[in-house]
Every structure is written in structure tokens, then in C-alpha cells.
């Protein structure tokens, strides 16, 4: 999944949203499903949390029916059974899920949802809690709202579970033979409009626990709008009453495959050879989203190179889905075989003005391949209640970001000059992290577990999803070495069409370990793989992460004049990015947006969300503060600033030129970067 850019094309940073996917047909590993199943299920046998467990102890050792008789006052009542964990096990019958999507006024969706008993008694449901293509715990059950559940007409009391607030417990009637639980889903703002509607399947539903969810048939039926039309990849039929009806599939396949409807939409094919791929253009609003031709010919190139790279395809058809609109987040979400792409309206017509989204497309298409048909041993789950691990995002995110750039060029979605300019600013920013110092790339992959959707004031202290811009470095790196190694002969063209091949429409997904990536680029050719990583993944700040790009021609320098990449990128801030001189970022009305770590405005005591009123005696405007800096070899820098309300005087410490990242030859080595770029 590629990070949301917040807002319009005017918008400013990236993030890890919203993700609509599960994998497809996963078996894991046996080592890898005794790591984790077994490790859960060893959690959670008792039904206890650690705390739990350890009052458990607490009473064993204490009690006596002495002790039993001086207790006195309340007492805590210990969790009641806990969630059964995940088997991989049969699912007798299918889940009838119904969903109405029609009360846009209100934006709730309301849900019923049919599901076989597999045996009387105790019985939990599950609202999903993690979505896989953001890593992270980022969905919340505090969308679900009204549930009843019933046995035929009599209605089952539930209880929340006292740890996991996504498990909702109940007791199942004898004779029995389905369960029927109503509810309602506060829809996220833009999902269920007038003009467009989103159906997010893992926001949705309510399943049962203690089965795979590759094992849990789902038989989906949709009520839309009847001035909407169907847009779903997947082809809904309409039933006897109207509804919409999708094809019975597991559980695991629902929760990957986005339904769509909308009142405006044109779409175009992309196909370039035997297998369907579409794009489908949403648009708030009646108008007719156009994708110009010169658009369409770029996306097809695309769509051949990244072929022509990782071979056959993990899918039947694929499309891609984006959504138009200067209110939304610029970002994408991954599925097997479809992308769901939100990006600022101009962005098919106004194209000059897009060169930081340039490589989306290519993006979302490689992680059907990276991330979807292969991933990560520990990002792999049974079930979207199972916690992930991410110790590999560096190739699940990383690697695909680096794709992305060299797709992107290989397309000519950008120009060779526009991937150098984009590269450096990956370069400049990755450099300039010194957070490595106390946290190494092999923390910051842990990221999703707790920072996903928190506030980080100091960004390149604390870190957090490096994995994606240091990951194309990392490998930048890797194909460095490879060409290096090999008399330029080998590159990871050759590491991907192996590493990714055997994909076919129905193939399950294959998991991978850190190990098996290593023998698979010592297969390609041998250069002691694991201790050049490791070193790499651990290091601190004596890592030079510009290593690649030294290897492959180019080397990482400051001007004073911005690229038209850099000058994209403070558009979306809305103000200067003075990074690499002042230290800080600073929005066209004063406000701080970011600072420098032990940067010159850091060292004056200014902080995010000052607002500068003055540079020198004349009142604040980014000129200013640009001429500031040009004239500083010979004028000391003076702002004045409001924090914390209290203005007062800040003298920044710094004696030098403008400074903006842009790569040049190197001196010392030949260039195989652009021929990285080349097209295949």
C-alpha cells in the first residue's frame, strides 16, 4: 500500500491508511504456522491475559479456605472465556451477509448477517480489527453500533469481551441452526454519498471465531441506490428482489474484492496482452471523468513493463479503481487483483502538476505480485483479528516503492531527469534521518503495531514508515551489488522474474522468510546476502544509506535552486521546506510545520506549531525568510515567534546557501542507474 498524501493536490504528507484486503487461498509455512498459531493458541488456551494469569498464579499460592475467610469487600471477577483462536478447519454451511447501503442521508450502512451454528453453547463473533495492507490494528469497533442478535425470534444476550472489545460473546440454544445479528456501520466520511458509494467489506462484517477465514463461505448480497451504477470489479447479479448478489466466496476473498457505485464513471482498458486489466475513473458528481489518451498509453506501457519484470500474472482480470476528488487523500490500497486509488481531481489532465504521484499506478500493480501473491512470513494471518508482524515490510513496501520508481520511468510516466530529481529527494530526506541513531531500520518496520494514525511532532527523531523511501535505497543498494558482483550482467530484473514466478490466477498465496529471500538473491548471485542486510537493517547512524546511488553513478548534492519535484513537494506542505538549512518547514502564513532535529531552528528553541510573525523588523512572508537565508553569510537570521503564547525573539544559527537535494554524475563510477531506467 502506498502512503496517503492528506488533502488536495495541495496537500501535505503521506500516510498508511486505509486497507481493504485479506490474502488469498494462504497456507502458511509449517514453521511459520507453529511460530504463530501456536503461539496464540498457546495465549489464549485458558481464555486469560498475561495479567489474568498472573492473579491466577497469585491465588494459587495465597489461597486457603483460612484466607477465604478474612477476605473481605469487593472482589475482581476474572475475564470469562476468552477467543478461540484461529483452526484451520472446516466450516460446515455459508454465512448469508446482507448489506444496505441506501441511507446515504444518515452515511450508515445497515448489516444483517446469517450464520450457521457449528454447535450449541458458547459461540463468539468477531469484528475485524486489523487490516492487512496497513500492517497495523487501524480498524475500530466503535463504527459498529446497534447490534441485536438473535435464535429465530428470541433474542440472545451477548457480552463484550473484558480484553478484546472487537469479540462479542454469546450462548447458543440447543437446536439451533442459525444465528442472525443486526447492526448498523457508521460509514468513514466519503464512503456512502449521493454520488458514490464504497461497500469496505472489512468494516462490515461480523464472523465467527476459531475457523480460517479461507475457510468461511460468504454469500454477499448489496442493496445500492437506484440512480447508481454497479462498478465492482467483480460482477454483481441481480436477484429476484432487486439486490445485488455476489458469487459465494471464503471470507478471506470477500474482504479482497472492493465493490464500488457511483453515478459518474468512465472506464478504459489497459490490456496489453491476454490478461484483462481495466481502469475505472470515479468522480464526484455528474461529470464524466476523461482519461486522456497520451494517460491511457503511459498506464498500458506500465502495465507491459511491470509484466515483463515478475512474468505471468496472480490474476484471471485486474482493475484498477480511482477515485477523483481535491477533498480526499492522495494514497492506494492493494488487492490481488484490483487497487483502490484516491488522487486530487486534475490529476489525469493536469499532469505537470503531478510528478510526486507518478509512480502510484505502478505501485499498487507490483503488490499483486509483492505483498499479495508472495509476502512476508509474518504478515500473513488466518483470520483480520490475528496481529501481523512486519519485519519485512522493507521488501513488502520497500522493495515495492523502489519498483514504482523504476517502472515509473520505464513507462514514461516520468522522465529519466524527473525519477533522478524524485530520487533525490528520497536520498535527501532518508540522510537527514537521525533518528537512525537510536532507532535502526529494523525497528521503524514495527511502526503499524503502535504509531499507525499517531501524531509524530518530531518526524525525523522519532521515525516512523521508513521502510518506504529507505527501501528503495536499500535496494538501490542490492542492485548495485548484484550488477557489481555479476560484470553488470545480473540485476533484480533477474532476482524478481524468479523470486515471483510461478503465479497463477488461483495460486495460493506463498509465504517467505528472511532466509529464503537471501538464497533467493545468493541464487541470482552469491554476496553474502544475510550479513550485507542485517548489516543494513541494524545499523545506526554510520550507515551511509546513499551507497547505491554512489555505486550506480550518481551522488546526492545541494543547490541552491529547488528541482520541479522539490517545488511539487513544498506545494503540497503550502510553504518552504528550509530542511536542509534553517531546519524546519514553514507554511506560506508562519506556522511551523515540522523541525529539524538539533537543526539551527531546533538549536534557537523553536518548535512545531510556532508561528513566525517577523524576519528581522518586517513582518513575516516566505520571501522574507528565503532572503533571509540567501543573505545570512553576512546577516545574522533574527525571526520573531509566537509559542506557547509568548512572542518572542529566536536567533537561528546558520551561515550558508539555500539549500535543495538534486543528484549529479559521479566521478567514480559508471552509470548504470539510467540504464536501470531504461525500458525492457
Given at each position: 500500500?502506498?502512503f496517503?498524501?492528506?488533502?488536495?493536490?495541495?496537500?501535505a504528507?503521506?500516510?498508511?491508511?486505509?486497507?481493504?484486503?485479506?490474502?488469498?487461498?494462504?497456507?502458511?509455512?509449517?514453521?511459520?504456522?507453529?511460530?504463530?498459531?501456536?503461539?496464540?493458541?498457546?495465549?489464549?488456551?485458558?481464555?486469560?491475559?498475561?495479567?489474568?494469569?498472573?492473579?491466577?498464579?497469585?491465588?494459587?499460592?495465597?489461597?486457603?479456605?483460612?484466607?477465604?475467610?478474612?477476605?473481605?469487600?469487593?472482589?475482581?471477577?476474572?475475564?470469562?472465556?476468552?477467543?478461540?483462536?484461529?483452526?484451520?478447519?472446516?466450516?460446515?454451511?455459508?454465512?448469508?451477509?446482507?448489506?444496505?447501503?441506501?441511507?446515504?442521508?444518515?452515511?450508515?450502512?445497515?448489516?444483517?448477517?446469517?450464520?450457521?451454528?457449528?454447535?450449541?453453547?458458547?459461540?463468539?463473533?468477531?469484528?475485524?480489527?486489523?487490516?492487512?495492507?496497513?500492517?497495523?490494528?487501524?480498524?475500530?469497533?466503535?463504527?459498529?453500533?446497534?447490534?441485536?442478535?438473535?435464535?429465530?425470534?428470541?433474542?440472545?444476550?451477548?457480552?463484550?469481551?473484558?480484553?478484546?472489545?472487537?469479540?462479542?460473546?454469546?450462548?447458543?440454544p440447543?437446536?439451533?441452526?442459525?444465528?442472525?445479528?443486526?447492526?448498523?456501520?457508521v460509514?468513514?466520511?466519503?464512503?456512502?454519498?449521493?454520488?458514490?458509494?464504497?461497500?469496505?467489506?472489512?468494516?462490515?462484517?461480523?464472523?465467527?471465531?476459531?475457523?480460517?477465514?479461507?475457510?468461511?463461505?460468504?454469500?454477499?448480497?448489496?442493496?445500492?441506490?437506484?440512480?447508481?451504477?454497479?462498478?465492482?470489479?467483480?460482477?454483481l447479479?441481480?436477484?429476484?428482489?432487486?439486490?445485488?448478489v455476489?458469487?459465494?466466496?471464503?471470507?478471506?476473498?470477500?474482504?479482497?474484492?472492493p465493490?464500488?457505485?457511483a453515478?459518474?464513471?468512465?472506464?478504459?482498458?489497459?490490456?496489453?496482452g491476454?490478461?484483462?486489466?481495466?481502469?475505472?475513473?470515479?468522480?464526484?458528481?455528474?461529470?464524466?471523468?476523461?482519461?486522456?489518451?497520451e494517460?491511457t498509453?503511459?498506464?498500458?506501457?506500465?502495465?507491459?513493463?511491470?509484466?515483463?519484470?515478475?512474468?505471468a500474472?496472480?490474476?484471471?482480470?485486474?482493475?484498477?479503481?480511482?477515485?477523483?476528488?481535491?477533498?480526499?487523500?492522495t494514497?492506494?490500497?492493494?488487492?490481488?487483483?484490483?487497487?483502490?486509488?484516491?488522487?486530487?481531481?486534475?490529476?489525469?489532465?493536469?499532469?505537470?502538476?503531478q510528478?510526486?504521484?507518478?509512480?502510484?499506478?505502478?505501485?499498487?500493480?507490483?503488490?499483486?505480485?509483492?505483498?499479495?501473491?508472495?509476502?512476508?512470513?509474518?504478515?500473513?494471518?488466518?483470520?483480520p483479528?490475528?496481529?501481523?508482524s512486519?519485519?519485512?515490510?522493507?521488501?513488502?513496501?520497500?522493495?515495492?516503492?523502489?519498483?514504482g520508481?523504476?517502472?515509473?520511468?520505464?513507462?514514461?510516466?516520468?522522465?529519466?531527469?524527473?525519477?533522478?530529481?524524485?530520487?533525490?529527494?528520497?536520498?535527501?530526506?532518508?540522510?537527514?534521518?537521525?533518528?537512525?541513531?537510536?532507532?535502526?531500520?529494523?525497528?521503524?518496520?514495527?511502526?503499524?503495531?503502535?504509531?499507525?494514525?499517531?501524531?509524530?511532532?518530531?518526524?525525523?527523531w522519532?521515525?516512523?514508515?521508513?521502510?518506504?523511501?529507505?527501501?528503495?535505497?536499500?535496494?538501490?543498494?542490492?542492485?548495485?551489488?548484484?550488477?557489481?558482483?555479476?560484470?553488470?550482467?545480473?540485476?533484480?530484473?533477474?532476482?524478481?522474474?524468479?523470486?515471483?514466478?510461478?503465479?497463477?490466477?488461483?495460486?495460493?498465496?506463498r509465504?517467505?522468510t528472511?532466509?529464503?529471500?537471501?538464497?533467493?538473491?545468493?541464487?541470482?548471485?552469491p554476496?553474502?546476502?544475510?550479513?550485507?542486510?542485517?548489516?543494513?537493517?541494524?545499523?545506526?547512524?554510520?550507515?551511509?544509506?546513499?551507497?547505491?546511488?554512489?555505486?550506480?553513478g550518481?551522488?546526492?548534492?545541494?543547490?541552491?535552486?529547488?528541482?520541479?519535484?522539490?517545488?511539487?513537494h513544498?506545494?503540497?506542505?503550502?510553504?518552504?521546506?528550509?530542511?536542509?538549512?534553517?531546519?524546519?518547514?514553514?507554511?506560506?502564513?508562519g506556522?511551523?510545520?515540522?523541525?529539524?532535529?538539533?537543526?539551527?531552528?531546533?538549536?534557537?528553541?523553536?518548535?512545531?506549531?510556532?508561528?513566525?510573525?517577523?524576519?528581522?523588523?518586517?513582518?513575516?512572508?516566505?520571501?522574507?525568510?528565503?532572503?533571509?537565508?540567501?543573505?545570512?553569510?553576512?546577516?545574522?537570521?533574527?525571526?520573531?515567534?509566537?509559542?506557547?503564547?509568548?512572542?518572542?525573539?529566536?536567533?537561528?544559527?546558520?551561515?550558508?546557501?539555500?539549500?535543495?537535494?538534486r543528484?549529479?554524475?559521479?566521478?567514480?563510477?559508471?552509470?548504470?542507474?539510467?540504464?536501470l531506467?531504461?525500458?525492457?
Open positions: 500500500m502506498t496517503l498524501r492528506v488533502g488536495s493536490s495541495a496537500s504528507s503521506r500516510h498508511g491508511g486505509f486497507v481493504r484486503n485479506m490474502r488469498m487461498n494462504a497456507q502458511p509455512p509449517a514453521e511459520h504456522r507453529s511460530l504463530r498459531v501456536t503461539r496464540q493458541m498457546h495465549q489464549r488456551r485458558s481464555g486469560l491475559t498475561a495479567m489474568s494469569s498472573a492473579r491466577l498464579i497469585c491465588l494459587a499460592l495465597f489461597w486457603s479456605p483460612a484466607a477465604a475467610e478474612v477476605l473481605e469487600g469487593p472482589t475482581q471477577r476474572l475475564p470469562a472465556a476468552g477467543v478461540p483462536s484461529p483452526v484451520d478447519h472446516t466450516f460446515a454451511g455459508t454465512i448469508a451477509l446482507s448489506v444496505d447501503a441506501t441511507d446515504v442521508a444518515h452515511k450508515l450502512y445497515t448489516v444483517e448477517v446469517v450464520i450457521p451454528v457449528q454447535a450449541a453453547g458458547a459461540m463468539t463473533l468477531l469484528y475485524p480489527r486489523w487490516e492487512a495492507a496497513s500492517h497495523g490494528p487501524s480498524l475500530s469497533v466503535a463504527k459498529l453500533t446497534g447490534l441485536t442478535v438473535f435464535a429465530g425470534k428470541r433474542r440472545l444476550a451477548w457480552r463484550r469481551d473484558p480484553v478484546d472489545p472487537h469479540a462479542f460473546h454469546l450462548d447458543v440447543s437446536a439451533t441452526a442459525s444465528v442472525t445479528a443486526r447492526y448498523q456501520i460509514a468513514a466520511p466519503g464512503d456512502l454519498t449521493r454520488d458514490l458509494i464504497v461497500l469496505p467489506w472489512q468494516q462490515l462484517i461480523l464472523y465467527p471465531a476459531g475457523w480460517y477465514a479461507r475457510n468461511i463461505a460468504v454469500a454477499a448480497t448489496v442493496t445500492l441506490p437506484d440512480d447508481l451504477t454497479n462498478l465492482a470489479p467483480s460482477t447479479a441481480r436477484g429476484a428482489d432487486g439486490r445485488l455476489l458469487s459465494v466466496r471464503s471470507l478471506e476473498t470477500l474482504l479482497d474484492s465493490v464500488y457505485a453515478r459518474s464513471a468512465s472506464r478504459v482498458s489497459l490490456a496489453t491476454d490478461v484483462p486489466v481495466t481502469l475505472t475513473a470515479l468522480v464526484a458528481g455528474a461529470s464524466l471523468p476523461l482519461v486522456p489518451p494517460r498509453a503511459a498506464l498500458r506501457r506500465m502495465v507491459s513493463q511491470t509484466r515483463r519484470v515478475f512474468g500474472a496472480p490474476f484471471a482480470r485486474y482493475d484498477f479503481i480511482a477515485r477523483l476528488g481535491d477533498d480526499l487523500s494514497g492506494g490500497t492493494e488487492h490481488r487483483t484490483a487497487s483502490e486509488i484516491t488522487l486530487p481531481a486534475g490529476y489525469f489532465n493536469d499532469w505537470s502538476h510528478l510526486l504521484d507518478r509512480d502510484i499506478f505502478p505501485h499498487e500493480f507490483v503488490h499483486a505480485w509483492n505483498g499479495l501473491y508472495r509476502t512476508p512470513a509474518d504478515l500473513w494471518a488466518p483470520t483479528n490475528v496481529p501481523q512486519g519485519s519485512l515490510l522493507w521488501v513488502y513496501e520497500g522493495q515495492t516503492e523502489f519498483w520508481r523504476v517502472l515509473a520511468a520505464r513507462a514514461g510516466l516520468r522522465t529519466t531527469q524527473e525519477t533522478l530529481d524524485r530520487l533525490a529527494l528520497d536520498a535527501a530526506e532518508v540522510s537527514n534521518r537521525p533518528g537512525r541513531a537510536w532507532r535502526p531500520l529494523a525497528d521503524d518496520v514495527t511502526y503499524p503495531t503502535f504509531m499507525l494514525r499517531q501524531p509524530v511532532p518530531w518526524r525525523d522519532q521515525r516512523r514508515r521508513d521502510y518506504y523511501d529507505e527501501g528503495v535505497l536499500l535496494w538501490l543498494a542490492v542492485e548495485a551489488r548484484l550488477r557489481e558482483r555479476s560484470g553488470s550482467r545480473r540485476g533484480l530484473d533477474d532476482f524478481a522474474s524468479a523470486f515471483f514466478a510461478g503465479a497463477t490466477p488461483g495460486a495460493p498465496t509465504t517467505y528472511f532466509e529464503a529471500l537471501c538464497a533467493a538473491l545468493e541464487a541470482v548471485v554476496a553474502g546476502w544475510a550479513g550485507f542486510l542485517t548489516k543494513w537493517l541494524e545499523a545506526h547512524d554510520e550507515l551511509d544509506t546513499s551507497v547505491g546511488l554512489k555505486a550506480l550518481w551522488d546526492l548534492v545541494y543547490a541552491d535552486v529547488p528541482t520541479e519535484t522539490f517545488r511539487q513544498e506545494t503540497e506542505l503550502g510553504g518552504v521546506d528550509l530542511s536542509y538549512s534553517l531546519g524546519m518547514m514553514v507554511t506560506a502564513e506556522h511551523v510545520g515540522a523541525v529539524s532535529w538539533q537543526g539551527p531552528a531546533f538549536t534557537a528553541g523553536l518548535a512545531p506549531q510556532a508561528k513566525i510573525v517577523a524576519v528581522g523588523a518586517e513582518p513575516f512572508t516566505a520571501e522574507r525568510l528565503l532572503d533571509a537565508v540567501r543573505m545570512s553569510d553576512t546577516l545574522p537570521i533574527t525571526l520573531t515567534a509566537e509559542q506557547d503564547r509568548r512572542r518572542a525573539e529566536y536567533h537561528l544559527r546558520y551561515q550558508g546557501p539555500l539549500r535543495y537535494p543528484l549529479k554524475p559521479a566521478t567514480d563510477h559508471p552509470d548504470r542507474l539510467t540504464q531506467l531504461a525500458p525492457r
